[in-house]
């Protein structure tokens, strides 16, 4: 018993003790007894054990998927090159005609 009671001695000289004690009579509460009931706290570790078993098996409205593109990587690269090509030529036809020979 004796060991109990310096043992709370010590504490009560500590500051932080100290400063709970100020802060319940500045706000007139208990903060030392704010811990949360037994039944919650069996809640929360119920629902903590049924989600283990659940983790990984993601709703599928929930998985993001990977966008797919409406045209064909080949089909695109097919395009531009034709876009890209045709510009060229444009261009050199305009040159060869401005050029007086």
């Known amino acids: 018993m004796d060991n109990i009671q310096d043992y709370i001695k010590k504490l009560k000289e500590k500051s932080f003790y100290k400063s709970i004690k100020k802060a319940q009579k500045r706000y007139k509460s208990n903060i030392l007894n704010k811990m949360p009931s037994n039944r919650k706290i069996t809640q929360k570790v119920e629902a903590f054990d049924s989600n283990v078993t659940k983790r990984g098996n993601v709703p ?10 409406p045209v064909g990587p080949i089909l695109l690269v097919v395009f531009i090159f034709v876009v890209i090509g045709s510009v060229i030529v444009q261009m050199l036809s305009i040159i060869q005609k401005s050029k007086i020979f």
């Open 60 to 69: 599928p409205s929930l998985v993001k998927k990977g966008r797919k593109h």
